[in-house]
């Protein structure tokens, strides 16, 4: 099974400023990759897929780059909303698998 | 717009199964890949499982097989997860997803319903 790690487990940024998440596959996913964000008692919503495909209705503060096995995710200047829980996810190979998680929090 | 209906919870003992359900309105289930994730308290996220239109069967991770069914009802566009056997570690949020296939065995997921809390305990 291919394992996700993201780093850092936590990342504390201030609003209006740039937040660098990153996943990394444990084997090469291709472009396969997806980003989730999970608010408190929330359901997770995806953003982004293909890597850098955003989500309908994203906002383009939110960025995805990388292909193999490093990824990352960009939100370029952070509205209070963005603060939450991030998951990457490949599904290259069977079976899908998630990240641990990088939780976003305010400085 | 999809939208996932899922009831609140759901207390079991250990040892018996639970049936979880997933109702869908605004589009048809029989033209959905659904699947299942599960996240237990404070915890990250596992794929449980789903269904494959490519081959009209379900297909579930390693760790649960033969413990965990997933059906589905057309007629009704309600999906079902039934897990048996149920231990503490199976204490768990829920939650049924609309999978988005890239070579038929393989998702990412786009639309997720509220979730239903499952908790086993004597």
């Known amino acids: 099974e291919t394992l996700m790690t993201q780093s850092p487990a936590t990342l504390s940024v201030s609003p209006g400023e740039r937040a660098t998440l990153s996943c990394r596959a444990s084997?090469?996913?291709?472009?396969?990759l997806a980003w989730y964000q999970q608010k408190p008692g929330q359901a997770p919503r995806l953003l982004i897929h293909?890597?850098?495909t955003r989500a309908t209705g994203l906002p383009a503060r939110f960025s995805g780059s990388g292909s193999g096995t490093e990824f990352t995710l960009t939100i370029s200047s952070l509205q209070t909303e963005d603060f939450a829980v991030y998951y990457c996810?490949?599904?290259?190979?069977?079976?899908?698998?998630f990240g641990q998680g990088t939780k976003l929090e305010i400085k | 717009q999809v939208q996932l209906v899922q009831f609140g919870a759901e207390v079991k003992k250990p040892g018996a199964s639970v049936k979880v359900s997933c109702k869908v309105s605004?589009?048809?289930?029989?033209?959905?890949?659904m699947h299942w994730v599960r996240q237990a308290p404070g915890k990250g996220l596992e794929w449980m499982g789903g269904?494959?239109?490519?081959?009209?069967?379900?297909i579930y991770a390693q760790r649960f097989q033969g413990r965990v069914t997933m059906t589905e009802d057309t007629a009704t566009d309600t999906a079902y997860m039934e897990l048996r056997s149920l231990r503490s570690e199976d204490t768990a949020v829920y939650y049924c997803?609309?999978?988005?296939?890239?070579?038929?065995?393989?998702?990412?997921?786009?639309?997720w319903g509220q979730g239903t809390l499952l908790t086993v305990s004597s």
């Open positions: 997803v609309t999978g988005i296939g890239v070579d038929g065995r393989n998702y990412y997921f786009d639309y």
């Open positions: 605004g589009y048809t289930l029989a033209k959905i890949s």
């Open positions: 269904f494959q239109p490519a081959d009209g069967q379900s």
């Open positions: 084997q090469s996913v291709g472009s396969d």
């Open positions: 293909g890597a850098s």
């Open positions: 996810q490949q599904y290259n190979n069977w079976p899908v698998t």
